[in-house]
Structure formats: structure tokens, C-alpha cells
């Protein structure tokens, strides 16, 4: 006799993802269901969910890699339940990373001998790296005042203004007080004249930045390095430079390497890059690297042996994947120094085809440099009637994401769009950004204007005997306002 049975509600097994009652209904957001779904439900979910993302080829105002090889993402998927931690268990994933760290030494003219080994270590981003240097510096100094019988209570470093948070964070967290060179309109990196100025016998080290954030530019790290020799020379101190190289440091020896920033000036002691921008792998991974054992205290390396064997560390965290290690592998070897060089220069030549549709306009200033990151930031001529932040938001309707911003302290008047070119942006990409910037060029042209209602009111109040503000003050009331309306939709969205 053949026995069969009426499907019911809980044989899920029959139904379809979307007819069953786990898309008809909220799930639990903020504390653990009581019962389980099934493994479809779940994935179409958040897949759903997920759709209202912005797309990642489109998001410019990030520097991080958004596309690999197929090959890679395989090689990617297929150690991701590697914990690199577990070295005596992963030799092999082990040995990779140690071949990544003296690549990129070389690299970068770490003076190192024949057979000898490159120092650093692989971290989960620039962050990481740049607190590990970072902490390398401080140790460093307050072991000689120790040893001089000298306060190393009041360390301090000196950066530019444009340094990125990663900075602020290190000197909060690791109390050292941040001095920073303010900018200038026009000139939106660290002066290394004025860096060099405000170095005292408390100073751990300067930073200087290959690749600024804001604009892209590379700072003078030769420049610096010789201001500072001097002033050595003539104090007795021996104050060193950490080199952020973070987007810059995988550009620069393949399409300027004629400019001097890496280990060939004396001072430079450590480089931070990331893996995960112009190293072209996936986010998660930084590297840091140090020009010599000297200059790594060894009281900072911690040894364990409770996962099978001796196993020197210093990082900020313990557990991470062994995917990206690889991957950076995969991409040193599959691209050499040819393959790195042709992504670049064609990064730039993207660059300059989006930067001469935008001069064309007539519309923009071109703030970002040359010679330099492959970005374009731009801001307007004309903002009597509209701004930068008007257009970021216009754009999004086409799908691109470019950021609008203020530039730090002494230029926070000044408001700028950028672009990010990556390694995915293409020429035909580039060419279609500039057509819907006109586009949203000539809807803001149409439409009424938001600023010109504010200063619609500035005049009337001008007629009451309320004195007339300048054409610089109402910019910068006009930015203010802008940049609270911005964050105010970011609050509304549960952005934090």
C-alpha cells in the first residue's frame, strides 16, 4: 500500500522561498530568533537586503579593490577557513607571507644583503600597520631617554592635517600628543619646511604621506628628509620619518620611480601599504615594513608555542584569514613588475581622460595633481547658485557614488569632489561619469536654487540694516549648512 501525507505548514521542503511565511513576516533584528529558518529563507533574506547597497564597481570615493581575477577569487574561496595564526599547521600560507614581505621590501630599497630577511609583517589594513610602526617609534625613543636619564612622558609626532583618522587614533589610543601642520587653500598637504620647524627632542618620528586622502598628492619625503638631517645635525637628535604609503606606495615605483620616498633617504625607518588598494587584492589586507631588525624593538614581539611550535608575532589582533595573504601572493606572482605597471599607467590615463572632460566643461577647478594618486578632485568655479554637495547627491541617481567633503583645518572653506580611479574604471566608464555630471549640471542649472533663496535672505536682511557678509563668508556658511544637511541624512538612514 502506498502511503502519502497532506504537505503542512512546516513542510517547508515544498514550498517556494517566496511564498513561504519566512518572507511574510519581520524577523528579529536585534536579539536571536526562537527557531531556526531554513538555509534558503536565510540566504534570500539578506540577499534582498543586501540589493540596497550601492554597487561597488560604482563607488568612487574608495580606494579599495572591487574586482580580481577569477582565478584569485577561487584561490580566495578555497583557504578561507585557513586562520593564518596557525602557522605550524599552514607552513605553507606562512612561507607566502614571508615571500609578500621581502617582495615589497625590495620593492621599496630595503638596504638588505644577499640572503638576508626582510622585516615586517602582514595586517588587516593600513590601520594596523600604522600602529605597529607607530608603537615600534615610541618604544624606540623612550627606551634612549631612559637610557639618557631624560622625561619620556610626553612623546609627540608631526603630520600633516590631511593624515588620515588611522593617525588621530594611534595618538589617542597610545597617548602621543599629534601635532599637526595646518594646510593652506591651494596647497592641501604637509609643508615640510613647517613639519621639520615643529620637531622637538619629544618627537618619535614625522609622517609623511605618499598619497594624500583629500587630493592625492605625494608629499616631498626627499625634501623632508634632508630638513630633517640638518636639523639632526645641528641638535643632536635623531628624529626619524615613518613613510604612509597606504595608497601610493604600490604607484610610485611603477610610474614614478625616479621620485625619492622609500628606504634609498637615510631617515625613512618604516613604510605602511595597503594590500587592498593599489596592491590590488580584496579588503583585509596591509603591510608594514621596517628598514632594519634595529629598527623594530624586539621587547615588542611576543613568542608562542601553544599552537605546535615557536612563533614570533606582532600584531595588534591574533586570529585573521589566510585569504588575502594569498591573494596578494597570487598577485605579485601573476602580475610582476610589468602587470602592476601597465594597471597603473592605465589608471592614470583614465585620470586624465575624466580630469579633461571635466576642464572642459568650464565648470571646475582641478584641485588633485598629476603626479600623484589616480584621482580626480575637483570643485566648482561658480557656487553663487549651487555646490558640491548638490552634485554628489544629483549623481547618485545614476548609480555613482563621489564623495563631497571639506578639507581639513585653515582650508575648511574649501569644498571637493573626488574620484578614485581603480584598476576596474574604465576609459568608457570615465567618459559616461563626465556626460551625467552634465547631465546634473544642467538639471541644477533649471532648477531653483537652495543657495540662492539663502542669499535671497542675506539681501533682505542687508536692507534692514544688516551688514552684508563676503562672497568668502557666505561660502563657508553655505558649506556648514550643506555638510549638516548631509550628516543629517546619514543620521535618518542609521548611518553611524
Same mark, same amino acid.
Request: net charge negative; glycine share 6%.
Given at each position: 500500500?502506498?502511503?502519502?501525507?497532506?504537505?503542512?505548514?512546516? +513542510?517547508?521542503?515544498?514550498?517556494?522561498?517566496?511564498?513561504?511565511?519566512?518572507?511574510?513576516?519581520?524577523?528579529?533584528?536585534?536579539?536571536?530568533?526562537?527557531?531556526?529558518?531554513?538555509?534558503?529563507?536565510?540566504?534570500?533574506?539578506?540577499?534582498?537586503?543586501?540589493?540596497?547597497?550601492?554597487?561597488?564597481?560604482?563607488?568612487?570615493?574608495?580606494?579599495?579593490?572591487?574586482?580580481?581575477?577569477?582565478?584569485?577569487?577561487?584561490?580566495?574561496?578555497?583557504?578561507?577557513?585557513?586562520?593564518?595564526?596557525?602557522?605550524?599547521?599552514?607552513?605553507?600560507?606562512?612561507?607566502?607571507? *614571508?615571500?609578500? /614581505?621581502?617582495?615589497?621590501?625590495?620593492?621599496?630599497?630595503?638596504?638588505?644583503?644577499?640572503?638576508?630577511?626582510?622585516?615586517?609583517?602582514?595586517?588587516?589594513?593600513?590601520?594596523?600597520?600604522?600602529?605597529?610602526?607607530?608603537?615600534?617609534?615610541?618604544?624606540?625613543?623612550?627606551?634612549?631617554?631612559?637610557?639618557?636619564?631624560?622625561?619620556?612622558?610626553?612623546?609627540? &609626532?608631526?603630520?600633516? =592635517?590631511?593624515?588620515?583618522?588611522?593617525?588621530?587614533?594611534?595618538?589617542?589610543?597610545?597617548?602621543?600628543?599629534?601635532?599637526?601642520?595646518?594646510?593652506?587653500?591651494?596647497?592641501?598637504?604637509?609643508?615640510?619646511?613647517?613639519?621639520?620647524?615643529?620637531?622637538?627632542? *619629544?618627537?618619535?618620528?614625522?609622517?609623511?604621506?605618499?598619497?594624500? $586622502?583629500?587630493?592625492?598628492?605625494?608629499?616631498?619625503?626627499?625634501?623632508?628628509?634632508?630638513?630633517?638631517?640638518?636639523?639632526?645635525?645641528?641638535?643632536?637628535? +635623531?628624529?626619524?620619518?615613518? /613613510?604612509?604609503?597606504?595608497?601610493?606606495? #604600490?604607484?610610485?615605483?611603477?610610474?614614478?620611480?625616479?621620485?625619492?620616498?622609500?628606504?634609498?633617504?637615510?631617515?625613512?625607518?618604516?613604510?605602511?601599504?595597503?594590500?587592498?588598494?593599489?596592491?590590488?587584492?580584496?579588503?583585509?589586507?596591509?603591510?608594514?615594513?621596517?628598514?632594519?631588525?634595529?629598527?623594530?624593538?624586539?621587547?615588542?614581539?611576543?613568542?608562542?608555542?601553544?599552537?605546535?611550535?615557536?612563533?614570533?608575532?606582532? $600584531?595588534?589582533?591574533?586570529?585573521?584569514?589566510?585569504?588575502?595573504? &594569498?591573494?596578494?601572493?597570487?598577485?605579485? &606572482?601573476?602580475?610582476?613588475?610589468?602587470?602592476?605597471?601597465?594597471?597603473?599607467?592605465?589608471?592614470?590615463?583614465?585620470?586624465? /581622460?575624466?580630469?579633461?572632460?571635466?576642464?572642459?566643461?568650464?565648470?571646475?577647478?582641478?584641485?588633485?595633481?598629476?603626479?600623484?594618486?589616480?584621482?580626480?578632485? #575637483?570643485?566648482?568655479?561658480?557656487?553663487?547658485?549651487?555646490?558640491?554637495?548638490?552634485?554628489?547627491?544629483?549623481?547618485?541617481?545614476?548609480?555613482?557614488?563621489?564623495?563631497?567633503?571639506?578639507?581639513? =583645518?585653515?582650508?575648511?572653506?574649501?569644498?571637493?569632489?573626488?574620484?578614485?580611479?581603480?584598476?576596474?574604471?574604465?576609459?568608457?566608464?570615465?567618459?559616461?561619469?563626465?556626460?551625467?555630471?552634465?547631465?546634473?549640471?544642467?538639471?541644477?542649472?533649471?532648477?531653483?536654487?537652495?543657495?540662492?533663496?539663502?542669499?535671497?535672505?542675506?539681501?533682505?536682511?542687508?536692507?534692514?540694516?544688516?551688514?552684508?557678509?563676503?562672497?568668502?563668508?557666505?561660502?563657508?556658511? /553655505?558649506?556648514?549648512?550643506?555638510?549638516?544637511?548631509?550628516? +543629517?541624512?546619514?543620521?535618518?538612514?542609521?548611518?553611524?
Amino acid at each position: 500500500m502506498v502511503l502519502s501525507k497532506t504537505a503542512s505548514q512546516s +513542510d517547508v521542503s515544498v514550498h517556494s522561498t517566496f511564498a513561504s511565511r519566512y518572507v511574510r513576516s519581520s524577523l528579529p533584528r536585534f536579539k536571536m530568533g526562537e527557531n531556526s529558518i531554513p538555509k534558503e529563507a536565510a540566504f534570500q533574506i539578506i540577499n534582498d537586503e543586501l540589493m540596497l547597497d550601492g554597487n561597488p564597481r560604482l563607488n568612487l570615493a574608495s580606494f579599495v579593490t572591487t574586482w580580481m581575477e577569477p582565478e584569485c577569487d577561487k584561490l580566495i574561496m578555497a583557504s578561507i577557513n585557513k586562520n593564518y595564526v596557525d602557522m605550524d599547521e599552514y607552513p605553507v600560507t606562512t612561507e607566502l607571507q *614571508n615571500r609578500c /614581505v621581502n617582495i615589497i621590501a625590495h620593492l621599496f630599497h630595503a638596504p638588505l644583503g644577499e640572503s638576508e630577511a626582510a622585516v615586517g609583517v602582514g595586517t588587516v589594513g593600513s590601520s594596523e600597520a600604522i600602529m605597529l610602526a607607530g608603537l615600534a617609534f615610541k618604544r624606540k625613543w623612550q627606551n634612549k631617554r631612559k637610557a639618557e636619564g631624560k622625561p619620556y612622558d610626553k612623546p609627540n &609626532i608631526v603630520t600633516g =592635517a590631511n593624515v588620515q583618522v588611522c593617525w588621530e587614533k594611534f595618538a589617542r589610543y597610545f597617548e602621543v600628543e599629534l601635532k599637526e601642520v595646518k594646510l593652506t587653500e591651494g596647497y592641501y598637504v604637509m609643508d615640510p619646511a613647517k613639519a621639520a620647524e615643529m620637531v622637538d627632542e *619629544n618627537t618619535i618620528c614625522v609622517a609623511a604621506i605618499l598619497g594624500s $586622502t583629500l587630493n592625492g598628492e605625494f608629499e616631498d619625503v626627499k625634501l623632508l628628509n634632508d630638513l630633517l638631517t640638518e636639523k639632526n645635525k645641528q641638535t643632536g637628535w +635623531d628624529t626619524p620619518i615613518h /613613510v604612509d604609503a597606504a595608497s601610493g606606495g #604600490f604607484i610610485a615605483p611603477f610610474v614614478f620611480p625616479e621620485i625619492e620616498w622609500d628606504f634609498r633617504l637615510p631617515l625613512v625607518k618604516s613604510i605602511n601599504v595597503s594590500g587592498h588598494k593599489y596592491g590590488l587584492v580584496y579588503a583585509g589586507i596591509g603591510w608594514v615594513i621596517w628598514r632594519s631588525k634595529e629598527d623594530l624593538p624586539e621587547e615588542l614581539i611576543f613568542h608562542i608555542n601553544y599552537l605546535g611550535a615557536d612563533q614570533p608575532t606582532f $600584531t595588534l589582533n591574533f586570529s585573521k584569514g589566510s585569504s588575502q595573504v &594569498i591573494a596578494q601572493y597570487y598577485q605579485l &606572482i601573476r602580475l610582476g613588475y610589468e602587470g602592476y605597471r601597465n594597471v597603473m599607467e592605465n589608471c592614470i590615463e583614465n585620470m586624465t /581622460v575624466l580630469k579633461e572632460g571635466l576642464e572642459k566643461t568650464g565648470r571646475f577647478t582641478i584641485v588633485s595633481k598629476d603626479i600623484g594618486v589616480p584621482l580626480v578632485a #575637483f570643485s566648482l568655479k561658480d557656487h553663487s547658485l549651487h555646490n558640491e554637495f548638490e552634485i554628489s547627491d544629483l549623481l547618485r541617481r545614476f548609480g555613482w557614488i563621489v564623495p563631497a567633503y571639506t578639507m581639513p =583645518a585653515d582650508a575648511q572653506h574649501v569644498t571637493v569632489l573626488r574620484v578614485v580611479i581603480r584598476e576596474d574604471f574604465s576609459r568608457t566608464l570615465a567618459e559616461r561619469l563626465v556626460l551625467d555630471i552634465e547631465k546634473v549640471l544642467h538639471e541644477l542649472d533649471t532648477l531653483p536654487s537652495k543657495i540662492s533663496a539663502k542669499l535671497a535672505i542675506a539681501d533682505e536682511a542687508k536692507k534692514d540694516g544688516v551688514e552684508k557678509k563676503t562672497a568668502l563668508e557666505t561660502q563657508r556658511e /553655505v558649506t556648514t549648512a550643506w555638510k549638516k544637511f548631509v550628516m +543629517d541624512k546619514k543620521k535618518m538612514n542609521g548611518v553611524c
